[in-house]
T-cell receptor
Framework: ETGVTQSPTHLIKTRGQQVTLRCSSQ?????VSWYQQALGQGPQFIFQ???????GRGNFPPRFSGLQFPNYSSELNVNALELDDSALYLC??????????????FGPGTRLTVL | SQQGEEDPQALSIQEGENATMNCSYK?????LQWYRQNSGRGLVHLIL?????REKHSGRLRVTLDTSKKSSSLLITASRAADTASYFC???????????FGAGTQVVVTP
């Protein structure tokens, strides 16, 4: 167990709807990264939040947005859901205070299905 | 797009045998990491090797890194049924935790 929690575990939405996924980082970690993992593929980096600011973004459209709160927990919001958004969404936390942000501690993921 | 590519895509071995998988990547890196994933769940960090290191060990795991060939290998010795999982390599260009993953190697260890 990494101490990173995500909610909900599973989610079913309809195309065009909006969804919010939540992540609580490991205690003491100030950085949260979000990844999308389609079935049978490796995770793809969506974006990273560091001390409540977006700190880098992967190749994802603006309808993917996020927030980080003062307690370093984070949300991933996806608007206008498309069928291809069906995936496992993973968040990972790390800290720049404990030897660097190299090692990522992943949560169990949220499985999103878009119908 | 994926930065790394793992080879083979799938590997089936018996308990006690060694499992070797390889990872190739395209651009320069600061470090390379290996992760394990069981049945589509969260990723578990296994080992991190920095660009100035050539080999690293952790328990039954041995990782090598050849930056001139832009490749890495993960060896699991004396495999167990519990090692059945997908294994991913991930590269980090600047040690900022923005990882680029390969597509993974699916390992099945039969008793």
């Amino acid at each position: 167990e990494t101490g990173v929690t995500q909610s909900p575990t599973h989610l079913i939405k309809t195309r065009g709807q909006q969804v919010t996924l939540r992540c609580s980082s490991q205690s003491g970690h100030n950085t949260v990264s979000w990844y999308q993992q389609a079935l049978g593929q490796g995770p793809q980096f969506i974006f990273q939040y560091y001390r409540e600011e977006e700190n880098g973004r992967g190749n994802f459209p603006p309808r993917f947005s996020g927030l980080q709160f003062p307690n370093y927990s984070s949300e991933l919001n996806v608007n206008a859901l498309e069928l291809d958004d069906s995936a496992l969404y993973l968040c990972a936390s790390s800290s720049d205070l404990a030897g660097g942000r190299d090692t990522q501690y992943f949560g169990p993921g949220t499985r999103l299905t878009v119908l | 797009s994926q930065q790394g590519e793992e080879d083979p895509q799938a590997l089936s071995i018996q308990e006690g045998e060694n499992a070797t998988m390889n990872c190739s990547y395209k651009t320069s890196i600061n470090n390379l990491q290996w992760y394990r994933q069981n049945s589509g769940r969260g990723l578990v960090h296994l080992i991190l090797i920095r660009s100035n290191e050539r080999e690293k060990h952790s328990g039954r795991l041995r990782v090598t890194l050849d930056t001139s060939k832009k490749s890495s290998s993960l060896l699991i010795t004396a495999s167990r049924a519990a090692d059945t999982a997908s294994y991913f390599c991930a590269t980090d260009a600047r040690s900022w935790g923005k990882l680029q993953f390969g597509a993974g190697t699916q390992v099945v260890v039969t008793p």
